[in-house]
């Protein structure tokens, strides 16, 4: 006799760069899956600075699984704002469905899905990276509701949160939400994709396109230029520790580019650092293969991907403790290092210590390049399953019927 299917409906804003989590979940016997989009990438979408690299994503996103696009009314389409994304016909597909996760409350679009979910009953699963409430900067009007929306949203509304990280479980708990409701679901890359390029790469070749020698110890800042994301503590501390033989690799775009060029004059180290503009994400993984170390110095940075994508590649990895990634992925002094957040003093010094030690780097990247074996894709999609898998049998008694018991162990990917 053949096993009834759950049929579960997925509701993000747009494809993102890794679908490998929802090409496996797609191999899934019990589940029957459809990953519902509010808008495909276009220029409508990309106007928020925040959106400014994601032309560089030539990787394929929408094959071996299956999805819809939702037709978008809103009259001002776009991420980043609340009515950006208005997709009345996400009703009709959540009416459909057994069971429904949404990526996030920040569109109308979402909350349509949310209140449908909520009014018919069905088990419902909301996602979301915050690990705190107030970036560094101090409260904002936006903050202040937050305070009183997310307690409510997560304690009275969903049936199972998923978060990326430890940081944003941690957060979340503190809420009031019971631990037992709160699943971790990796944040990944494609770490396959990314292993196999960097592993082809002729790193001297790399280093020969920017000019940098092939004895360098090379730095890797990857993020867009903008100020959360502190490009100006990576040049000034790379400056500040002034290591013979050092090199930095500035890897991105932005509103701070011009500023940025102008620093490095400023700091009179022009000769040893390297703008490479936007990077093709096919490419990417070149690019860290050719460096050593990843500085990444956000001020506000729910999880961090860069982070992922050096380590897959041997690189340890210096951040902020306003990154989320770190709780998870940075052993102090093994995978990498931890500093506080705008401290360019501390990151100086531990450039200065690491770069000085071009074995203890190496021994660092094997490191990172270990523990990213157990944080990819297989693991986010069999976390997300078995929170499916609570969400729908904390919802319905007669979850057993359709063969897929609460304590029954989710089939291997």
């Given at each position: ?101 949404v990526f996030g409350h920040s569109y109308v679009s979402f909350w349509l899905a949310i ?215 940075v052993k102090e002094g093994e995978t990498g290092f931890v500093y506080p957040c705008g ?52 919802k319905s008694r007669n979850f057993m019927r359709k063969g897929m018991g609460h304590n ?6």
């Amino acid at each position: 006799m053949r096993e009834a299917k759950y049929s579960v409906l997925l509701v993000s804003s747009q494809p993102i760069q890794n679908a490998v989590p929802l090409r496996l979940m797609a191999e899934h016997p019990r589940l029957d899956v459809l990953t519902a989009y509010c808008g495909l990438p276009d220029v409508k979408l990309w106007r928020d600075p925040e959106y400014l690299n994601k032309e560089a994503f030539d990787t394929p996103v929408l094959d071996g699984y299956r999805w819809t696009e939702v037709s978008n009314y809103s009259p001002l389409p776009g991420l980043g704002k609340f009515y950006g994304l208005i997709n009345p016909g996400l009703i009709k597909l959540v009416l459909k469905s057994d069971c429904c996760v949404v990526f996030g409350h920040s569109y109308v679009s979402f909350w349509l899905a949310i209140a449908t979910a909520k009014l018919c009953r069905k088990p419902l699963l909301l996602t979301t990276d915050a690990t705190y409430l107030e970036p560094a900067s101090g409260a904002s009007r936006k903050t202040r509701w937050k305070k009183k929306i997310l307690p409510f949203l997560y304690n009275r509304v969903a049936d199972v949160v998923l978060v990326p990280s430890t940081a944003s479980k941690r957060f979340i708990c503190s809420l009031g939400v019971p631990d037992e409701r709160v699943i971790v679901t990796p944040y990944v890359v494609d770490n396959n994709f990314i292993a196999a390029v960097a592993a082809k790469t002729d790193r001297g070749k790399i280093r020969e396109n920017w000019q940098i020698p092939s004895d360098a110890t090379v730095v890797v800042f990857c993020a867009k230029f903008l100020p959360r994301k502190r490009p100006h503590d990576a040049l000034r501390a790379f400056a500040q520790a002034n290591v013979p033989g050092s090199y930095l690799l500035m890897v991105g775009e932005g509103p701070l580019g011009d500023s940025l060029r102008s620093e490095t004059e400023r700091l009179r180290i022009v000769d040893r650092v390297r703008f490479t503009g936007l990077i093709k994400y096919s490419h990417l993984p070149e690019v860290y293969a050719a460096g050593d170390v990843l500085v990444f110095p956000s001020e506000h940075e729910p999880y961090g991907l860069p982070i992922n994508e050096a380590m897959i590649c041997g690189l340890p990895a210096i951040v902020s403790d306003r990154v989320g990634a770190g709780y998870d992925l940075v052993k102090e002094g093994e995978t990498g290092f931890v500093y506080p957040c705008g401290d360019v003093d501390a990151l100086a010094a531990i450039l200065r210590e690491i770069l000085h030690d071009c074995a203890r780097v190496k021994e660092m990247g094997a490191a990172a390049r270990r523990r990213m074996e157990t944080w990819s894709p297989r693991e986010n999609a069999e976390a997300t399953v078995c929170a499916i898998e609570k969400a729908i049998a904390l919802k319905s008694r007669n979850f057993m019927r359709k063969g897929m018991g609460h304590n029954q162990r989710p089939v291997e990917f």
